[in-house]
């Protein structure tokens, strides 16, 4: 009898919905070893952890591999379509709470918390309160966006709406821009902005896309939010920036190695949010990037094709394994 297989725990409400359409199991642990140990024989992997690619040498029973999510960077595209394996995501339901997490993190950068709260705590009422004098007004700023698609379009309506920015923008597919976004080189935008934020997906085209020459091009005083994949920005150069304050901080998501070890500079510098890759995470996400993984899961079991499939030219060899 073949099950679903998660690397993860998900949300009750797909878990429910799971159980009551097959046998549902989750992963004792992500690392790849565990993965592929206890994954063997499964129907359906979704899809929370990087899945090595020896995932998909002994597929007899794999149909799918569902991304609890957008990013397919965990799923090594290439094994599964050459397997006959269906990749199938949930985009776009996270999109606001990312966007929430831009704001968020962008006014306590411009309002200085960390350093306010520290020393609020540490050292009383006066000191917190003279970091007021260097706080900044996000009203008014011209906010840049690299990356226009669910993540950056909802940045974009938070920001222009809510806020009344300027936008710039940098995106593949310039003519998909919303209107009042005026489209930008990557190295105008950089140039132009107060505030930069990375949405776009992990590509060989957009790693090292915000490289020690772009850097060194941002406003004085500028910020960079990254909620898009930590190897997108070179971390020695952004590093050396945010010591010289040379650029005013740093809000990130997402690292080039993850879990971030203890010891990282980051860690030390005031001008830096830290956040261990949850800008897409709350209960209400996880409810429905848990259901909508959990829809397409089911639906690929009753025997057809997921409605958010991303491989559509695994189809032909995919119904020769699994004919409808």
Not at 5 to 18: G, I, N, Q, V, W
Not at 193 to 201: A, E, G
């Amino acid at each position: 009898m073949s099950f679903i297989f998660s690397t993860h725990p998900l949300h009750r409400d797909a878990e429910a919905m799971l159980k009551a359409a097959a046998d549902l199991r989750v992963a004792s642990a992500p690392d790849p070893e565990t993965l592929l140990r206890e994954g063997e024989g499964a129907a359906i992997v979704i899809v929370r952890a990087p899945i090595p690619p020896a995932f998909f040498e002994e597929t007899a029973a794999l149909r799918a591999a569902v991304r609890h999510g957008a990013g397919l960077d965990m799923i090594p595209y290439d094994a599964a379509t050459a397997a006959g394996v269906l990749i199938a995501n949930v985009p776009a339901v996270n999109a606001p709470t990312v966007a929430e997490h831009v704001f968020m993190v962008t006014l306590a950068l411009l309002r200085r918390f960390r350093p306010l709260d520290r020393d609020l705590r540490s050292r009383g009422w006066g000191a917190g309160r003279v970091h007021a004098e260097r706080a900044l007004d996000l009203a008014g700023r011209t906010m840049g966006i690299i990356g226009m698609g669910n993540v950056g379009k909802a940045v974009f309506r938070v920001a222009k709406h809510g806020f009344g920015l300027e936008i710039v923008a940098n995106s593949r597919s310039p003519e998909s821009l919303p209107g009042g976004v005026r489209f930008l080189s990557v190295d105008d935008l950089v140039s132009t902005s107060d505030i930069v934020v990375l949405c776009c997906p992990l590509t060989p085209e957009t790693t090292g896309l915000l490289s020690r020459e772009r850097i060194a091009g941002m406003k004085p005083g500028a910020i960079l939010v990254n909620v898009a994949r930590g190897p997108v920005v070179d971390d020695a150069a952004l590093i050396e920036a945010l010591e010289l304050g040379r650029i005013g901080g740093a809000a990130l998501d997402v690292f080039s190695a993850q879990p971030l070890p203890l010891e990282h500079p980051y860690f030390r510098l005031d001008n830096v949010i830290v956040t261990p890759h949850l800008a897409g995470i709350t209960d209400e996400s996880m409810m429905r990037m848990g259901t909508g993984a959990a829809a397409e899961a089911i639906r690929i079991l009753k025997g057809e094709l997921p409605v958010s499939l991303r491989n559509p030219e695994v189809v032909e060899h995919y119904r020769r394994r699994f004919p409808a």
